[in-house]
């Protein structure tokens, strides 16, 4: 009762038929087709972003890396600066 014949499926695609007509229906499929592309394309891409932002998120976690600024324009004399450790124990 609940499945599809096959003339149930030959009525379906004549009513198709009938709307878009034979010289449109290529041009639909076809523009579905590159739809459905998009589509899973943008979904690929936001798995991808997601992974990329945690992974973002993870690098911002350390701290960024001092330094000290010379004078303007004098950049051989810019170094990193050594962060006290705390050597306190408990």
Do not use: Y
């Amino acid at each position: 009762m609940g499945q599809i014949g096959p003339w149930q499926i030959v009525i379906i695609l004549a009513v198709i038929v009938l709307i878009f007509g034979a010289k449109r229906l290529p041009d639909t499929a076809r523009a579905l087709g590159k739809s459905l592309r998009i589509l899973k394309s943008e979904t690929s891409a936001m798995k991808n972003d997601g992974q990329a932002s945690a992974a973002e998120a993870d690098e911002d976690d350390r701290p960024a890396q001092r330094t000290i600024k010379a004078a303007p324009g004098d950049v051989s004399s810019a170094r990193p600066v050594e962060e006290p450790r705390n050597t306190a124990q408990g």
